[in-house]
């Protein structure tokens, strides 16, 4: 699997928008983008994934460039409960593993 | 309802006992995977299963043994604990499609002293 960047950790303001970085320069063809968080005391949630086109769901939105060697995870208003740390994985649809890297820490401040 | 179910929740080991952790799902899922999460850190892969009969080592398996004799359990064994040990411990499942999104238990919270 491709190797990931993110920053350690951002900070943002509730109910404004986030947007988490995720560089995986090294991604192949076909590799899905999955992001994941974890919830403190929590075990990992799945939040989006994709493969070339921007996507949306009730959580976030993922927008993936042109070369597919960045994404980009959208909160459109975080909120408290958005504190968490999130992890991008670029992933193999033939590929057996699952692993994290250090992801990055968000903090929501009121 | 219960998705990815994880026995015990906490325990503490003196040096030297074993246990084995059970991860159990109802999702009729293939892939099954644990990890470990020290203070502070990310996850770190242990094993994993594609299937039933079948277990592969992950990213740090030294210490830890593993079974998958039914496909909704997943066993995760510690022959001979050490401090080096203690940890968070999750399982998740994800069906074989590639694309699926893994299911997180709560964790197990292991203490080694």
């Known amino acids: 699997d491709a190797k990931t960047t993110q920053p350690n950790s951002m900070e943002s303001n509730e109910e404004e928008p986030v947007h988490l970085p995720c560089n995986h320069s090294?991604?192949?063809?076909?590799?899905?983008i999955h992001w994941y968080r974890q919830l403190p005391s929590q075990g990992p949630e799945y939040v989006i994934h994709?493969?070339?086109s921007n996507v949306n769901n009730r959580m976030a939105s993922l927008a993936i460039a042109e070369d597919r060697k960045s994404s980009t995870l959208i909160l459109h208003r975080a909120t408290l409960r958005d504190a968490a740390v999130y992890y991008c994985?670029?992933?193999?649809?033939?590929?057996?593993?699952?692993?994290f890297g250090g992801g990055t820490r968000l903090m929501v401040k009121p | 309802n219960a998705g990815v179910t994880q026995t015990p929740k906490f325990r503490v080991l003196k040096t030297g006992q074993s246990m084995t952790l059970l991860c159990a799902q109802d999702?009729?899922?293939?892939?099954m995977y644990w990890y470990r999460q020290d203070p502070g850190m990310g996850l770190r892969l242990i094993h994993y299963?594609?299937?039933?009969?079948?277990?592969a080592k992950g990213e740090v398996p030294d210490g830890y043994n593993v079974s998958r004799l039914k496909k909704q359990n997943f066993l995760l064994g510690l022959e001979s604990a050490a401090p080096s040990q203690t940890s968070v411990y999750f399982c998740?499942?994800?069906?074989?499609?590639?694309?699926?999104?893994?299911?997180f238990g709560q964790g197990t919270r292991l203490t080694v002293v």
């Open positions: 998740a499942s994800k069906n074989r499609q590639g694309k699926g999104e893994a299911f």
């Open positions: 090294t991604i192949s063809g076909t590799d899905y």
């Open positions: 994709g493969l070339t």
């Open positions: 994985i670029p992933r193999s649809i033939a590929g057996n593993m699952l692993t």
């Open positions: 999702m009729n899922h293939e892939y």
């Open positions: 299963s594609v299937g039933e009969g079948t277990t």
